[in-house]
């Protein structure tokens, strides 16, 4: 049979964006690459749904590390890739999102460089997007945002100390899409407002975007410590562009408040 250049090459390690969960959002090229290649090394946040594209005969391996518990060091997995193409195996490095936003791709692409490894990199579809699309919101709606910007609850375990997730003055026609803000927002919140941001922001957060578990949360700044983030992988928007989420949301709310209770059946009722 005939190789075409997205079937997976022996030697190369692959660095493939998973997307935010749907496998039907995976590129075409990377549902090519995870039906053939031999070794599938894939984070925790990757959904089941996902990792079953994967050939059935590849040593298909989690390679996570979340809440602070780690199955293997990050240089244990550069060690998997690299040895795994030493013996002439197609590798896959599956990441959720995509493998070039707030992931480790350049420790990785740095560790194969050095021993001398081929490798390619294939994008998928980072959270944000995936979000604002099953939202049916525009992250730059002219209307309200003309910026659009990203930043991480989590640094590099090497910082002496912790830094805030913002700092200095929010424009008011950005969107910040926090990835990982982790599940007590306080300081994220205190940085905001110390920065001048407004108590009436609207903030989102959504867990698990894009999957049949996903779950939305909309408040504003002032009440964004009240919100329980759902189950992660959770993504926080912020910004005017985001009122209407807000406004969906209140609205739901509301309804499912105002439904009457039902009363019981006639024959149930105490007679008078």
Not at 61 to 81: A, P
Not at 138 to 157: C, E, N, Q, Y
């Given at each position: 049979?005939?190789?075409?250049?997205?079937?997976?090459?022996?030697?190369?390690?692959?660095?493939?964006?998973?997307?935010?969960?749907?496998?039907?959002?995976?590129?075409?090229?990377?549902?090519?690459?995870?039906?053939?290649?031999?070794?599938?090394?894939?984070?925790?946040?990757?959904?089941?749904?996902?990792?079953?594209?994967?050939?059935?005969?590849?040593?298909?391996?989690?390679?996570?590390?979340?809440?602070?518990?780690?199955?293997?060091?990050?240089?244990?997995?550069?060690?998997?890739?690299?040895?795994?193409?030493?013996?002439?195996?197609?590798?896959?490095?599956?990441?959720?999102?995509?493998?070039?936003?707030?992931?480790?791709?350049?420790?990785?692409?740095?560790?194969?460089?050095?021993?001398?490894?081929?490798?390619?990199?294939?994008?998928?579809?980072?959270?944000?997007?995936?979000?604002?699309?099953?939202?049916?919101?525009?992250?730059?709606?002219?209307?309200?945002?003309?910026?659009?910007?990203?930043?991480?609850?989590?640094?590099?375990?090497t910082k002496e100390q912790e830094l805030p997730v913002w700092t200095g003055a929010l424009p008011e026609d950005a969107t910040l899409a926090v990835y990982m803000p982790g599940r007590d927002y306080s300081s994220l919140r205190a940085d905001l407002v110390r920065n001048g941001v407004a108590a009436d922001m609207p903030c989102v957060a959504i867990s698990r975007a894009a999957t049949p578990e996903q779950q939305v949360a909309a408040t504003t700044l002032q009440h964004l410590c009240e919100v329980d983030p759902g189950p992660a992988p959770v993504l926080l928007l912020i910004g005017r562009a985001m009122e209407h989420v807000q406004a969906r949301e209140q609205a739901v709310l509301q309804m499912l408040e105002a439904e009457p209770v039902a009363l019981p059946a006639a024959e149930n009722r105490v007679q008078e």
């Open positions: 049979m005939k190789r075409t250049a997205s079937q997976a090459e022996k030697g190369v390690v692959y660095l493939i964006g998973a997307g935010p969960g749907d496998p039907e959002l995976l590129t075409v090229k990377a549902a090519r690459l995870l039906a053939t290649a031999d070794v599938i090394l894939h984070d925790d946040l990757v959904p089941e749904a996902v990792i079953a594209q994967c050939n059935p005969h590849a040593l298909v391996t989690s390679v996570g590390k979340r809440c602070g518990r780690k199955r293997i060091t990050q240089e244990g997995i550069h060690e998997l890739m690299v040895d795994s193409a030493q013996r002439n195996l197609s590798v896959v490095r599956l990441k959720s999102g995509d493998p070039m936003v707030f992931g480790r791709a350049g420790e990785e692409l740095q560790a194969l460089r050095a021993a001398g490894i081929r490798f390619a990199v294939v994008p998928g579809i980072t959270a944000a997007f995936g979000a604002a699309a099953a939202l049916g919101v525009s992250l730059t709606d002219r209307r309200a945002a003309s910026k659009l910007i990203f930043v991480t609850g989590h640094h590099a375990v």
